[in-house]
């Protein structure tokens, strides 16, 4: 295999899993919290400010991370092929291999992201709205990730 | 304006998939204007929204924006008519300068 492919997939997953373990541990210490409503989030203490801010911040780094590094290696490692491409085509051909679990979960969290890091301001219910829906929909962002790193792996050993 | 008529048509579709057949849709930010080239694809959305739905309804709109016209950065902002939306200066601007996709 080329080093240099190898070299992306164990950085890009080491890089992730330290992520995705920041994540669900925010995740799981707020859970009390969820649903949040307005009150809820304006009687978070400092600590749990920053521990939500810890949550949404991990998601945004492991899902830039995917897109950036992740999944462009593995199509690159599976096709033989780095032209470039639109991202579009690389995600329904990593579908059909089974290295992303499905096309419109992605694109769900890919919009989810550019939500979250939005140029707009938006109203405080629609934040929270959106922390909502990341919230519920956490267990489906974890898959959509370990499947991706388990065909990593694969290829790796 | 600066979308194809078919990147308009699957913008309506899929927003009033999303978002019921009443919604209507207008278009602001640099695609208004002629003389730019490139750019982000900013949509205003008047709708209103299932109560606590309206994020999942925005993410159901943009997959099958992109789905029928290819990724590209899309701004979505929707109003639900709302004191609160509608006192966003981002949406008075969209109502000022925007233009209706029919």
């Known amino acids: ?157 | 304006m600066r979308l194809s008529s078919n990147q308009r048509t699957a913008i309506v579709e899929s927003v009033r998939e999303s978002f019921g057949p009443e919604a209507k849709v207008w278009l602001f930010g640099s695609r208004i204007d002629d003389t730019k080239r490139g750019g982000d694809i900013d949509l205003l959305v008047a709708a209103k929204a299932e109560p606590g739905q309206e994020v999942r309804q925005k993410l159901r709109a943009l997959g099958l924006i992109q789905r029928k016209i290819g990724e590209q950065k899309i701004d979505l902002v929707v109003t639900d008519g709302s004191p609160d939306c509608e006192a966003l200066l981002i949406t008075r601007n969209a109502r000022a300068v925007g233009v209706p996709l029919e």
């Open chain 1, 1 to 157: 295999m080329n080093e240099t492919l190898k070299a992306t997939l164990q950085s890009a997953i080491s890089e992730n899993d330290s992520h995705l373990g920041r994540m669900r541990w925010s995740r799981t210490a707020l859970s009390g919290q969820f649903p949040l409503d307005v009150d809820k989030l304006a009687g978070l203490s400092d600590e749990e400010r920053a521990i939500l801010d810890q949550f949404l911040y991990r998601f945004t780094k492991i899902q830039d991370s995917m897109g950036t590094r992740l999944l462009p290696a593995l199509y690159h490692l599976l096709e033989g092929d780095d032209n470039p491409r639109p991202f579009l085509d690389t995600l329904n051909r990593l579908e059909q291999l089974g290295v992303v679990t499905s096309q419109e979960s992605w694109q769900k969290f890919r919009d989810l992201r550019n939500t979250i890091a939005h140029d707009y301001p938006e109203t405080v219910a629609k934040t929270i709205e959106t922390i909502n829906t990341l919230f519920d929909d956490a267990n489906e962002f974890y898959q959509l990730y370990t499947t991706a790193r388990e065909s990593a792996l694969e290829r790796l050993s």
